[in-house]
């Protein structure tokens, strides 16, 4: 028997947080168990993307610009947005520990979202909701830019 990635954990997905448990199912069966060695580059920054992986066991280490910046484990995630773009990766994610990951490709999934235009569309939702949210949390941002640089301005150093 061919194992998959687990309903509940993709529920907890942002991507595909709107979608139906039955949905969800028809998503998760496409998924394929993929080992690799402690220390081995499981995706590279830069890199183009085409796959999304749910772990199973084991950890991984996120490096941004060579600069350790989380670790993976059991139910977390990565790469859900080259399920739609198949855009250069935005970090390295390496095994730091023997991982164990469910991954699906660009390639498995296109045709389900394809043959499928409800799922298709809640996808489109969901990713409309996620770039609303960045965008809000960039305006915020630039808003405590806004004050801390008024406030060095107002900083006199003797």
């Known amino acids: ?10 529920q907890r997905v942002p991507l595909f947080a709107d979608l139906t448990k039955h949905e969800v199912q028809k998503i998760a069966r496409l998924f394929k168990e993929r080992c690799f060695s402690r220390g081995e580059t499981v995706v590279k920054e830069g ?5 999304f992986f749910v772990i199973e066991s084991g950890e991984a ?7 350790k910046r989380a670790t993976l484990k059991h139910g977390d995630y990565f790469g859900e947005i080259a399920l739609i773009d198949e855009g250069a990766r935005m970090a390295t ?4 520990s023997e991982l164990v990951c469910y991954g699906l ?9 394809e043959k499928n235009g409800v799922i298709g569309w809640k996808l489109l939702q969901r990713m409309a909701k996620m770039l609303r949210a960045t965008r ?5 941002l630039e808003n405590a830019l806004a004050v801390l640089r008024r406030f060095a301005g107002r ?3 003797a």
């Open 93 to 96: 994610i390496t095994a730091s």
């Open 155 to 157: 900083v006199h150093i």
């Open 1 to 10: 028997m061919i194992r998959s990635a687990s309903v509940e954990v993709l």
């Open 136 to 140: 809000q949390e960039a305006h915020e």
């Open 61 to 67: 280490t996120v490096f941004i610009d060579g600069k």
């Open 105 to 113: 490709t660009y390639w498995d999934f296109r045709p389900v979202v």
């Open 47 to 51: 890199s183009g993307g085409a796959a």
